[in-house]
């Protein structure tokens, strides 16, 4: 910033110097010295550039890696604190405004001292443009304060909406699949249009002071510019200054215009990314399900027994155990109990699941849903997870969950790309892939939710063979009301109303438990019906 002073200087030496005594040698001097003052600005202009783009892409990536790392630590907390959509846009959006505001404070820096070096050298050529100079900056600057705490009020409803919208998109691509076969794509469609119509109204009343802040970014130091160089060309015509002096002044003000548009275009970046970088301290504020008490405690060696107060449920140790329930989402709950994705007084052999520290619970103990996310990658990361690969493993896996005929499909086996949620693939297939991935982690206990809803019954059948054997002597909790699942648990329990009614095997329950004889039998039917 400072460097751009010194051409309008060494330009007015040519001038008064070389043209106007008509010294060669001086003009000549003055012109190399011009050409080299000139090189050596590009240069600086280059690293300045070097530094300001290296210094966003730290801020980008620092902030990225921020909000990943916390969004890892709220875990499964996050879905039911945030949109994914806001998530989105935090990663992209605000993260981008917030990278931008980071390289106000250096050009910032060295505009006020280029206005105060400039300021300066004017006041030794007429103190009456230095004064004019000196109050005319701020007044400029002053000008866009309005605008910019405009654009700072709505510019957080307007950032709010955005998110809502994105969140529902999200929503509205990973139920694509339900809205076709219901029918329903073309309405879900339509209010997106029109929501994001109305999205649109909206941020072109965000963009209209914005798009002023640039204009007078642009406008307001032109006319500025050209108020000084009319009074000093007056004063030059009246004798009062030099030829020298008037091209100097010109250069001097024409310096003033890139700080000046600097503040006004800081300004306006510091206003968007207040707003961008106020929605990333809401989701790093959000804090992880704390564990219970001050003191956390350690895991018990072996898998259990597993109790749920809350049901009454007691999962025994080493067990193939079925969860069976006429309201599907009561088994569910009493697996979230136990595996700490709710508030819950459950225990492993006696000790408060919420009392154990995340990472060792999370490591003995997983849940597996139908819900739960594939990351795109290939099949074999997939299947591995967090875990590193052995491609040993990993088949084994693959084929307790009966998915080697998902594997062979695909070319490449386990290096064919799986794409994210796995959107190629159909839902039996993804429930298998979700199946190995959980196996492949060998907990000490594995909490499956209908893990095998959507196969045919002779892979259904399959399934649980491989996997009662695979796990033998480890706890393995499912919740179904498929019969032939429940004819190989070594352990029923039938939930009543969220509480555990009774106990036994499959056809001990049927022969004493008419509830129980009577669900079995609706599903049985259906199945036949079907």
């Known amino acids: 910033m400072v460097g751009l002073a010194v051409p309008p200087w060494v330009l007015s030496r040519a001038v008064d110097d070389g043209l106007v005594a008509g010294d060669t040698a001086a003009l000549v001097t003055w012109s190399v010295v ?12 280059i690293a300045r550039h070097r530094t300001m783009t290296k210094i966003r892409m730290d801020a980008s990536f620092r902030t990225v890696r921020a909000v990943v790392r916390h969004t890892a630590r709220l875990g499964s907390t996050l879905s039911r604190r945030i949109g994914a959509g806001e998530v989105v846009t935090i990663g992209i959006t605000d993260v981008q405004a917030v990278t931008l505001t980071m390289t106000v404070t250096g050009p910032g820096f060295g ?19 230095a004064l004019i100079v000196l109050a005319g900056v701020p007044l400029l600057a002053v000008t866009v304060g309005p605008l910019l705490r405009h654009i700072e009020h709505t510019g957080g409803d307007y950032r709010t909406d955005v998110g ?3 969140t529902r998109l999200v929503d509205i691509l990973g139920g694509l699949r339900v ?39 642009s406008g307001l130091p032109a006319l500025f510019l050209a108020a000084i160089v009319w009074l000093a060309a007056r004063m030059t015509a009246q004798g009062e200054i030099t030829i020298g002096d008037l091209v100097a002044v010109y250069g001097y003000v024409a310096v003033l215009v890139v700080p000046v548009a600097s503040f006004i275009e800081s300004g306006g970046d510091i206003a968007r990314g207040r707003v961008a970088a106020q929605r990333i301290i809401d989701l790093l504020n959000l804090q992880p399900e704390r564990d219970n008490g001050h003191q956390t405690l350690d895991l018990p060696a072996g898998c259990g027994p597993l109790a749920d107060p809350e049901s009454g449920v007691v999962v025994r140790p080493g067990l193939f155990t079925a969860l069976v329930s006429a309201r599907p989402e009561d088994a569910i709950a009493v697996v979230e109990r136990l595996g700490r994705f709710a508030r819950t007084d459950a225990t492993w052999a006696g000790v408060r699941v919420d009392g154990v520290p995340a990472d060792q619970l999370r490591e003995r103990l997983v849940v597996a849903d139908n819900n739960a996310e594939l990351f795109a990658g290939t099949v074999r990361a ?22 080697e005929d998902v594997v062979d499909a695909l070319p490449g086996g386990l290096d064919a790309p799986v794409t994210w949620g796995g959107s190629t693939m159909s839902g039996g297939q993804r429930q298998r892939l979700r199946l190995a991935r959980a ?21 259904e059948a399959a399934v649980v063979e491989r996997l009662r054997a695979a796990r033998r002597d480890l706890t393995t909790v499912v919740t179904t009301t498929s019969p032939l699942v ?28 008419l509830a129980y004889r009577e669900l079995v039998s609706r599903v049985q039917d259906g199945e036949v019906g079907s």
Do not use: C
């Open 34 to 45: 011009l050409v080299v003052v000139g090189v050596l600005i590009a240069v600086l202009a």
């Open 111 to 129: 505009a006020v001292v280029a206005y105060a070096v400039v300021a300066v050298v004017l006041f030794t050529i007429s103190p009456l443009l």
């Open 164 to 166: 809502t919208l994105t």
């Open 179 to 217: 809205l076709n076969g219901l029918g329903g794509k073309e309405f879900a469609a339509e209010r997106f249009r029109r929501q994001s119509q109305d999205l649109v109204e909206r941020g072109y009343r965000v963009a209209g002071p914005a798009s002023w802040v640039t204009a007078l970014s």
């Open 382 to 403: 997939a299947v591995a997870g967090r875990h590193l690969p052995d491609d040993e493993r990993v088949r084994s896996a693959v084929r307790i969950a009966v998915a």
């Open 439 to 459: 196996v492949y982690a060998a907990p000490d206990v594995l909490l499956a939710v209908e893990p095998t809803s959507a196969v045919d019954a002779r892979t």
């Open 486 to 513: 429940l004819d190989q648990a070594d352990e029923v329990i039938f939930l009543a109303d969220g509480r555990a009614a009774a106990s036994g095997t499959h056809e001990e329950l049927l022969r004493d438990n």
